[in-house]
């Protein structure tokens, strides 16, 4: 009876087998934004701020991309089930088309009205040059993390198919080359190691769109 509504010890091992990856994965990717804050922070708070400011408004457009690719990704589990392949073709275009036109709206709101949404922000926040050094940092971090939307939504259109796919640990493995990436690239950029010229939060951006490539 017991066995009849919880499940057997296979079952439970096979979710785990599912299952852990995707944790893995997604605490990974969150990581990634996570490590721009940690390590601007250490060029200065106003940095920091503005690097902070842009990622809670890229993190809207990412919950976007997510809730299409994730919606379409019920029909592509019920397609594998069936073992229907073009279902599956159907609901991956339907990804790519939907990451495409989100991508384009996104990248057109935070290019025309970005500056206003992290003004919103630092209303009654700090002195007025606090505010604009701010907003000055957070406007080059935006410009060039705008470069990585494309990728970001392409690699959630192929992980989600892989997911729903049973297929976890090759999202996983690219998630993870992705902070190693990030990692070795913000050391580089940010501080201006390895002879390269010392970029701040330009650098911090411009490490996170390699990493979203290489995932």
């Known amino acids: 009876m017991i066995k009849k509504y919880i499940g057997d010890r296979a079952f439970y091992a096979r ?9 893995i994965q997604n605490g990974i990717a969150n990581f990634v934004s996570l490590l721009d804050n940690i390590m601007v922070g250490q060029v200065g708070q106003n940095p920091m701020s503005g690097v902070s400011i842009v990622n809670q408004l ?9 809730g299409a690719t994730s919606g379409a990704g019920i029909f592509t589990a019920q397609f594998h089930g069936s073992g229907d392949q073009n279902g599956i ?3 991956f275009r339907f990804k790519l088309i939907a990451g495409t036109l989100l991508t384009a709206f996104g990248t057109g709101i935070l ?4 500056r206003d949404l992290v003004r919103g922000y630092l209303t009654g926040e700090g002195t007025a040059e606090d505010a604009a050094a701010i907003l000055s940092h957070a406007r080059t971090y935006l410009l060039v993390m705008l470069w990585g939307l494309p990728a970001f939504a392409i ?14 640990l090759l999202p996983m493995i690219a998630s993870t080359c992705a902070v190693f990436v990030n990692l070795f690239f913000n050391w580089v950029l940010i ?4 002879g390269t010229p010392k970029m701040g ?3 911090a951006a411009l490490a996170t769109v390699l990493a979203q490539c290489i995932s």
């Open 191 to 194: 501080f201006g190691n390895l």
């Open 15 to 23: 979710v785990i087998a599912v299952a852990l990856p995707i944790i």
């Open 201 to 203: 939060v330009r650098g």
């Open 111 to 114: 290019l025309i009205w970005g």
């Open 155 to 168: 690699s959630n259109a192929y992980a989600g198919t892989l997911r729903e796919t049973g297929q976890t």
């Open 58 to 66: 890229l993190f809207v457009f990412n919950l976007c991309v997510f």
């Open 89 to 91: 073709r159907y609901t």
